[in-house]
């Protein structure tokens, strides 16, 4: 048993997702390190957080999440932690009603358009309808430069109004450069050479992760309530940067989302884990139906309605050079902040997919073993 009078924490982890895990973990597990990890949502996880709903069906409480990477390193990592289930993540776009493969591809083109195009044909056929920009800076600038201005319409100009709240042509470039196009039939989201899902969820997975003596969780727990009460040495944080700073040099804009989860009385409700909704006639950008991703089994369905908003709980940074010379502001600041060390997608303000904050939190895990003289323990 801890005994939380004993002895103070060499570690004060804020945040119990990927970022805040990996490290308690990492500190634990690998360096001996005694470590108090807060969160103050009631569970652990972070935005990965998975659970049994009322129908015992596993939903994701924070919108679809599946694991992918070309890093080795990575995937050994978090199989320490977890089995997992293959599985190629499909999503289909729904285009006036009709559902085409999103990322575009071969059948998007013949099916939107009626055509029976080859790979080499549909390379032709985007030549012809691509536009250059002089110089490729924006989200839009990407997507009319790889498909042209009806594709760009169609899939990419409304969905990304809705989700960011502003138009394409005032993100950067990383946003909708995430999303590839391709003149063959390949019809996967992600083209990662590892690609699956955590066998028993990512609630497990964490569970098994933070399972060390050395550990101590508390959830429902603001830092700021418990800061003063447990003596520690170091501090980890991983919630918003600009928070931590109380606002100092202004707010940094992060996109939230609000989900609408439903339970129906039928096995299925769509032809894929997830279905795009780019029309602006609607307010939400994807509906999820959890069974896809998960392989559960069950006479029900639930899915999940995503519609992006200003207010709530941060979950993006919205990336454009405003905001990141905002953050570089930040960033300045928080290396200046004797004892405290930022990581994961809010703290450093990063648009990061999971595998990207496990890499981010093992760097600074080593860099915080070179700080004590030691190295750092894979
Ligand atoms: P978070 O998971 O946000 O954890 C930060 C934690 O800090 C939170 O739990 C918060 O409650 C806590 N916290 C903040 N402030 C305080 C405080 N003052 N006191 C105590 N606790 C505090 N990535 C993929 O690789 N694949 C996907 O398919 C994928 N899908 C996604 C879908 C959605 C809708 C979203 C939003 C993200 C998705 N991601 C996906 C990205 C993934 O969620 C993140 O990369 C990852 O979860 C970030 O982990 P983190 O630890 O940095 O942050
Ligand atoms: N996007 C789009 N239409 C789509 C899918 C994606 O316009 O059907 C754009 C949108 O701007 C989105 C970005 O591409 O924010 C990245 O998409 P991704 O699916 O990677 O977003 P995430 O899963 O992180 O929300």
Same mark, same amino acid.
């Given at each position: 048993?801890?005994?939380?009078?004993?002895?103070?924490?060499?570690? $004060?982890?804020?945040?119990?997702?990927?970022?805040?895990? !990996?490290?308690?973990?990492?500190?634990?597990?690998?360096?001996?390190?005694? !470590?108090?990890?807060?969160?103050?949502?009631?569970?652990?996880? %972070?935005?990965?957080?998975? /659970?049994?709903?009322?129908?015992?069906?596993?939903?994701?409480?924070? %919108?679809?999440?599946?694991?992918?990477?070309?890093?080795?390193?990575? *995937?050994?990592?978090? @199989?320490?932690?977890?089995? *997992?289930?293959?599985?190629?993540?499909?999503?289909?776009?729904?285009?006036?009603?009709?559902?085409?493969? #999103?990322?575009?591809?071969?059948?998007? #083109?013949?099916?939107?358009?009626? $055509?029976?195009?080859?790979?080499? %044909?549909?390379?032709?056929?985007?030549?012809?309808?691509?536009?250059?920009?002089?110089?490729?800076?924006?989200?839009?600038?990407?997507?009319?430069?790889?498909?042209?201005?009806?594709?760009?319409?169609?899939?990419?100009?409304?969905?990304?109004?809705?989700?960011?709240?502003?138009?394409?042509?005032?993100?950067?470039?990383?946003?909708?450069?995430?999303?590839?196009?391709?003149?063959?039939?390949?019809?996967? /989201?992600?083209?990662?050479?590892?690609?699956?899902?955590?066998?028993?969820?990512?609630?497990?997975?964490?569970?098994? &992760?933070?399972?060390?003596?050395?550990?101590? +969780? &508390?959830?429902?727990?603001?830092?700021?309530?418990?800061?003063?009460?447990?003596?520690?040495?170091?501090? #980890?944080?991983?919630?918003? +940067?600009?928070?931590?700073?109380?606002?100092?040099?202004?707010?940094?804009?992060?996109?939230?989302? @609000?989900?609408?989860?439903?339970?129906?009385?039928?096995?299925?409700?769509?032809?894929?884990?997830?279905?795009?909704?780019?029309?602006?006639?609607?307010?939400?950008?994807?509906?999820?139906?959890?069974?896809?991703?998960?392989?559960?089994?069950?006479?029900?369905?639930?899915?999940?309605?995503?519609?992006?908003?200003?207010?709530?709980? =941060?979950?993006?940074?919205? =990336?454009?050079?405003?905001?990141? !010379?905002?953050?570089?502001?930040?960033?300045?600041?928080?290396?200046?902040?004797? %004892?405290?060390?930022?990581?994961?997608?809010?703290?450093?303000?990063?648009?990061?997919? &999971?595998?990207?904050?496990?890499?981010? @939190?093992?760097? $600074?895990?080593?860099?915080?073993?070179?700080?004590?003289?030691?190295?750092?323990?894979?």
């Amino acid at each position: 048993m801890f005994n939380l009078a004993a002895k103070p924490f060499d570690y $004060l982890i804020v945040g119990a997702g990927f970022a805040g895990a !990996v490290l308690a973990e990492r500190l634990a597990a690998g360096s001996g390190k005694r !470590v108090l990890l807060v969160d103050r949502r009631p569970h652990i996880g %972070g935005n990965a957080y998975d /659970y049994y709903n009322d129908a015992g069906i596993l939903v994701h409480r924070y %919108g679809p999440h599946i694991f992918h990477t070309n890093a080795e390193r990575i *995937w050994k990592y978090l @199989s320490r932690f977890t089995t *997992w289930r293959p599985y190629e993540h499909r999503v289909l776009a729904n285009i006036n009603s009709k559902l085409l493969p #999103i990322p575009i591809n071969l059948t998007t #083109i013949n099916t939107l358009y009626k $055509l029976n195009l080859s790979s080499e %044909g549909m390379q032709v056929f985007l030549a012809q309808r691509a536009e250059e920009p002089e110089t490729i800076r924006t989200a839009k600038d990407v997507v009319l430069a790889a498909v042209g201005r009806d594709l760009y319409e169609k899939f990419f100009e409304g969905y990304t109004r809705k989700q960011w709240g502003v138009d394409p042509s005032k993100l950067d470039k990383s946003v909708t450069a995430r999303i590839p196009t391709r003149t063959n039939t390949d019809d996967r /989201y992600f083209g990662d050479t590892y690609q699956a899902m955590p066998k028993c969820g990512y609630t497990r997975l964490f569970e098994n &992760m933070l399972d060390h003596p050395n550990i101590k +969780v &508390m959830v429902n727990t603001d830092y700021r309530e418990i800061v003063k009460s447990f003596r520690h040495d170091r501090l #980890i944080y991983t919630g918003p +940067v600009d928070e931590f700073f109380d606002y100092r040099f202004g707010r940094l804009p992060y996109r939230s989302l @609000s989900f609408r989860h439903v339970t129906l009385d039928r096995p299925q409700f769509q032809p894929t884990a997830v279905v795009n909704y780019p029309s602006t006639d609607v307010p939400y950008t994807r509906i999820t139906e959890y069974k896809y991703l998960t392989g559960q089994t069950h006479d029900q369905t639930s899915i999940s309605y995503e519609t992006p908003c200003d207010e709530g709980d =941060p979950y993006y940074p919205v =990336p454009n050079p405003e905001n990141a !010379v905002l953050y570089k502001k930040y960033e300045t600041l928080a290396a200046k902040t004797p %004892g405290v060390w930022f990581a994961g997608r809010l703290a450093t303000y990063r648009y990061y997919n &999971m595998d990207q904050v496990v890499a981010q @939190s093992l760097a $600074l895990y080593s860099q915080l073993s070179e700080l004590d003289g030691s190295l750092a323990q894979d």
